[in-house]
Every structure is written in C-alpha cells, then in structure tokens.
C-alpha cells in the first residue's frame, strides 16, 4: 500500500511557513523500564528542577501490580507539580490507577478504545515511529499528541525508524495536534528538533542517567528549550 511515506519530504517543508503560535516546546520525561524504592526522590528532585509537562511510567515487562503500585506512589508527585501521569501501553491500568492517561504503541490498541474507556478528558498519545501515514490516522482516531522517532541512536529501547528532524516540522505546520519527539535525545543534541518544530522532548535515559542526577538533565534541557 502507497501510504505517502515513499515521498521524500522536503527537509525545508517548515521555512515556508511562520512560526505560528504554538506554545514553546516542552519536557516530557518517561521513566526507567525498572525502578526502585529511591524512585520516588528522584522523580521530585527532576519535577522541582524546571517546567516538566507530563511523566510516563513505563515499566516493560513488569507484573501488573506492581505497574498500579508505583502508580500509586509517583501520581501524588506528578500531580504536586501539576504534570500529567501517562501510563505506557496499557490502557487498562490507566484506567484502574486512575491516570491522566495513556501511551499506546502501534501493538497497543485503538486510540478510540483508548477514548472510550479512559474518558474525555484523558491524554492519549500514539507512536508513530517515522510515518505520517501513521500519524494522520492516530490524529484522525482522537489522540491528542502523535510522537516520532528514535531520532537518535538510545539504549532504552531496539529501534528500527529513524526520522529526519524535517518530520516535526511538517506536522507542526500542517496538523493542530502536537508532536513529540523521542529517542537518544540529551541537552547536546535537543536543539535541532526544538528548532525543527518538535512541541515536546520525551527523555529518559538522559534524566535519570546524568551524572550529576535527574535535577541537574532537567535543568539543562531547560536551558535548551529557553533558548
């Protein structure tokens, strides 16, 4: 099926346009795939260190209760520092830990599902690896952010896409929806894909792995995104 994708994208798709007026790009930190019981300080260290918009838990592979028990834990920090709690993969544990909402893979189920079971108001978001094929049909299904990458190379997880920056910049442009950019991406590398269009920064391994603490990588992302 001819989805689109094939059709090379002009890497200089957004200097056509203005910049609009969306809001600045944001942080949004994902978890560890594990965490201990020193977790929970260093996640309220990160959210006390600069403007954090949302915090997935994503715990591969973990059992059931203990994905509702760290919930139950990290969503009165989240929620303190008026960040939203998304839960990956599962919309079902959203829903019984009472989450702001959910990250659904491409394996994950429906975003209208998603809807109809978690309500309203909660935040759905979609990857989409390196597709906008993929994307409008996410946006088209009622999720609220579509999220691209590996942008970079990441040990968090085996990748197999790897945008152009250029992407962000397309769906910023065209599409009302924000776009989330993900993979490998630390204070180092960030600016290209806040300059590209991206409207958050989800990162992971760059947090909770800087050597001098999570407080210290969410500073220097804030330096970055205040540039």
């Not at 954090?52 to 994503?58: G, I, K, P, T």
């Not at 429906?110 to 993929?134: E, F, M, N, Y």
Request: with cysteine; proline share 7%.
């Amino acid at each position: 099926m001819d989805d689109g994708d094939d059709l090379k994208l002009d890497p200089n798709f957004a200097s056509r346009f203005g910049p609009g007026d969306r809001p600045s790009c944001q942080l949004y930190l994902i978890s560890p795939v594990r965490i201990g019981d020193a977790f929970a300080d260093q996640l309220q260290a990160a959210l006390g260190a600069g403007a954090v918009a949302a915090f997935q838990l994503r715990l591969k592979d973990a059992p059931d209760d203990t994905i509702l028990r760290a919930a139950e834990r990290l969503m009165p920090i989240c929620a303190a520092h008026e960040v939203a709690f998304i839960v990956n993969d599962r919309m079902d544990l959203a829903k019984l830990a009472g989450a702001d909402g959910v990250h659904l893979g491409q394996g994950d189920g429906d975003p209208k599902a998603a809807r109809a079971l978690l309500g309203p108001s909660a935040q759905i978001g979609v990857t989409c690896h390196d597709s906008r094929h993929l994307a409008m049909e996410a946006g088209e299904a009622g999720a609220d952010y579509v999220a691209f990458g590996a942008f970079f190379p990441t040990a968090t997880k085996q990748v197999s896409h790897r945008p152009d920056p250029s992407i962000l910049g397309w769906w910023s442009r065209v599409f009302e929806i924000p776009c989330v950019a993900i993979g490998g991406i630390t204070p180092d590398n960030a600016s290209p894909l806040v300059d590209a269009g991206g409207d958050f920064l989800a990162v992971s391994g760059a947090v909770w792995g800087h050597e001098k603490g999570p407080a210290a990588a969410v500073a220097a992302f804030a330096e970055v995104l205040k540039r």
